[in-house]
């Protein structure tokens, strides 16, 4: 049985550092490669991080019912492909998806089994220092752009609650263990394995400790820090 990993978060938390850091700890993992009318970013390459693709050919997909789920993201048009749940079935490999919080609510009501992750960053303002870091790496600073997303950080935190674990990317090292132990835990209550020896053990305590109902008392200066910026403003 395939299990499908969705993994959301503001964008500029560390997502897709620590979605490459998991590709190459996880073995039998399916990544999703979305397609999107935006343009490419960076070092970003077509196939690998994304297929990119004009908004004609996007919205013929929509209408055939090429992708499992889409939305409308910043302004540019954002879907995974049901390919890629048939193809990770058919080898039997789990899937993991990197979209955004309104793809996951639809994917939620398709697919209830799925697992779902969401990614914190540690504050607003390190929210902040990341998107300039990633901008200025990237020669591509616009503080429209920054601004844009600072405020849609605002708006998608708040959906936090609907996800089953929390992950605040603090220190990287210790995202990755978590998310990895994530994935471990999962997979091995699909199987309906009991925990063998002690790594398991500690596995499944580390993935149990980022739930929802475990880490959420603790989140409130996170929100916080994002609360008080949008009444300021
Ligand atoms: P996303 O995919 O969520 O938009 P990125 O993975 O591109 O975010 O990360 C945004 C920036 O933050 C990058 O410059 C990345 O190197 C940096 N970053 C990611 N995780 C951490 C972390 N735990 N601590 C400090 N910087 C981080
Ligand atoms: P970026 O442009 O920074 O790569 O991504 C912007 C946002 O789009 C991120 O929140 C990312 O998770 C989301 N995204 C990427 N691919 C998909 C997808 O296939 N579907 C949905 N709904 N969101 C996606």
Do not use: C, H
């Not at 299990?3 to 620590?18: C, D």
């Not at 970003?44 to 889409?70: H, N």
């Not at 303002?125 to 920054?146: F, G, Y």
């Amino acid at each position: 049985m395939t299990t499908v990993f969705i993994i959301s978060a503001p964008s500029g938390s560390g997502k897709s550092t620590l979605v490459t850091a998991i590709k190459q700890l996880v073995d039998n993992l399916e990544f999703s490669v979305s397609y999107t009318t935006r343009q490419p970013r960076g070092s970003e390459e077509p196939g690998r991080d994304y297929y990119y693709t004009s908004r004609d050919v996007f919205e013929r997909m929509i209408a055939r019912g090429d992708f499992l789920e889409w939305a409308d993201v910043f302004g540019n048009y954002y879907g995974t492909a049901k390919k890629f749940l048939d193809d990770a079935e058919g080898r039997g490999f789990d899937l993991l998806l990197d979209i955004d919080v309104q793809g996951a609510t639809q994917l939620q009501e398709k697919l209830p089994n799925a697992v779902s992750i969401f990614i914190l960053p540690p504050s607003r303002a390190e929210l902040e220092k990341r998107l300039r870091r990633r901008s200025s790496a990237e020669k591509m600073t616009d503080e429209a752009v920054i601004r844009r997303r600072l405020e849609t950080a605002t708006r998608e935190i708040e959906k936090y609650t609907e996800y089953g674990y929390i992950l605040v990317n603090d220190q990287l090292s210790d995202s990755i263990d978590a998310l990895r132990a994530i994935i471990l835990a999962e997979r091995l209550r699909a199987a309906g394995r009991a925990a063998d020896g002690n790594e398991d053990k500690n596995t499944l305590l580390l993935a149990e400790s980022r739930r929802l109902e475990n880490v959420k008392d603790g989140l409130g200066p996170i929100l916080d820090s994002f609360r008080r910026v949008s009444v300021e403003e």
